[in-house]
């Protein structure tokens, strides 16, 4: 069921995507949709469509391509997206990231847990928007966006333990997912030597961002630039044991990162390296030494001399 509730270019195509016998993802598909105001203004893109069969969910990811607006200026953007559905369940926010670029269509991608399983089967509705005012911020339009709701509360992730290094390659508007069976105690992740390149591969940033989600989907910390260049750094203490989930992503054009949501469009391309290792415990100084240093600290402070003007 396709309806077009206003008189721009838009369509919706609500399906089912099997697995076997197992139904794994339900799945909204959205092209041309344009927002051009706040929620609920009469000139935003809003398609309506029904599941007709019983499916049960417990997150929503979504990816798509954010089309270039007609100028060639950076601003800040916001681009959102209003998915309602039966029994209460749906997302209302963010599905790109703050910052926007005019220079060319642009990805991205999230993925929020921000629900509890309930089926979907009934109606929805599907509604591009802007919370933003100012000149420009309503150029955007969205392109073969598709927004599916898995059963799995995850996305699929690639498996890595303590003292364990990988490189993997990233594209425009990718989140990359690993998954982490902490026996408890302290760990580090760190995205230091990634070679990140953006506006089309033209300049290298090497900038990165990670989010680390505990076994409910609820996030438990993140880190943009935690390294000494703009890669990323996470170090635990005593990180409870539990079954984790890694996002790692490009930060070059905004990334958000929520309680329970991680959304970007950046424009990186390049290679993710990521390590996984047991931080070095700070070693404490002997009292003694400690006092002698704190004396020739306080000895230094107030021997030195004093400026005015």
Same mark, same amino acid.
């Given at each position: 069921?396709?309806?077009?509730? =206003?008189?721009?270019?838009?369509?919706? #195509?609500?399906? *089912?995507?099997?697995?076997?016998?197992?139904?794994?993802?339900?799945?909204?598909?959205?092209?041309?949709?344009?927002?051009?105001?706040?929620?609920?203004?009469?000139?935003?893109?809003?398609?309506?469509?029904?599941?007709?069969?019983?499916?049960?969910?417990?997150?929503?990811?979504?990816?798509?391509?954010?089309?270039?607006?007609?100028?060639?200026?950076?601003?800040?953007?916001?681009?959102?997206?209003?998915?309602?559905?039966?029994?209460?369940?749906?997302?209302?926010?963010?599905?790109?990231?703050?910052?926007?670029?005019?220079?060319?269509?642009?990805?991205?991608?999230?993925?929020?847990?921000?629900?509890?399983? #309930?089926?979907?089967?009934?109606?929805?509705?599907?509604?591009?928007?802007?919370?933003?005012?100012?000149?420009?911020?309503?150029?955007?339009?969205?392109?073969?966006?598709?927004?599916?709701?898995?059963?799995?509360?995850?996305?699929?992730?690639?498996?890595?333990?303590?003292?364990?290094?990988?490189?993997?390659?990233?594209?425009?508007?990718?989140?990359?997912?690993?998954?982490?069976?902490?026996?408890?105690?302290?760990?580090?992740?760190?995205?230091?030597?990634?070679? *990140?390149?953006?506006?089309?591969?033209?300049?290298?940033?090497?900038?990165?961002?990670?989010?680390?989600?505990?076994?409910?989907?609820?996030?438990?910390?993140?880190?943009?630039?935690?390294?000494?260049?703009?890669?990323?750094?996470?170090?635990? #203490?005593?990180?409870?044991?539990?079954?984790?989930?890694?996002?790692?992503?490009?930060?070059?054009?905004?990334?958000?990162?929520?309680?329970?949501?991680?959304?970007?469009? =950046?424009?990186?391309?390049?290679?993710?390296?990521?390590?996984?290792?047991?931080? #070095?415990?700070?070693?404490?100084?002997?009292?003694?030494?400690?006092?002698?240093?704190?004396?020739?600290?306080?000895?230094?402070?107030?021997?030195?001399?004093?400026?005015?003007?």
């Amino acid at each position: 069921m396709n309806i077009c509730m =206003h008189t721009a270019v838009c369509s919706t #195509a609500l399906l *089912i995507a099997a697995s076997g016998a197992n139904a794994q993802t339900a799945s909204i598909a959205v092209t041309n949709a344009g927002p051009a105001g706040g929620l609920g203004s009469a000139g935003n893109s809003t398609q309506t469509g029904s599941f007709t069969e019983t499916f049960t969910a417990r997150s929503l990811s979504w990816s798509g391509t954010l089309t270039s607006a007609p100028n060639a200026f950076f601003f800040e953007e916001d681009v959102f997206a209003s998915i309602q559905g039966p029994n209460g369940i749906g997302y209302t926010g963010p599905i790109a990231g703050e910052q926007g670029i005019v220079l060319g269509a642009t990805p991205f991608s999230g993925w929020t847990s921000a629900f509890a399983p #309930a089926s979907i089967e009934g109606d929805w509705s599907f509604e591009a928007f802007t919370p933003n005012t100012f000149p420009g911020s309503t150029n955007w339009s969205i392109s073969s966006a598709e927004f599916g709701f898995n059963q799995a509360l995850f996305p699929d992730a690639t498996s890595i333990g303590i003292g364990t290094a990988r490189v993997d390659n990233i594209v425009e508007g990718e989140i990359l997912w690993y998954s982490v069976d902490h026996a408890g105690g302290a760990i580090e992740f760190s995205t230091a030597g990634s070679s *990140i390149f953006e506006l089309d591969g033209g300049i290298q940033t090497d900038d990165t961002l990670i989010a680390l989600f505990d076994s409910s989907g609820l996030l438990v910390d993140f880190n943009d630039d935690g390294s000494d260049d703009f890669t990323s750094l996470l170090s635990f #203490a005593d990180l409870a044991a539990g079954d984790y989930r890694l996002a790692v992503t490009g930060s070059t054009l905004g990334t958000r990162v929520g309680q329970q949501f991680i959304s970007t469009s =950046h424009d990186g391309v390049g290679s993710i390296n990521l390590a996984v290792t047991v931080p #070095a415990p700070i070693t404490a100084l002997p009292i003694a030494a400690a006092s002698v240093l704190g004396s020739r600290r306080r000895r230094h402070a107030t021997s030195s001399p004093i400026h005015s003007s």
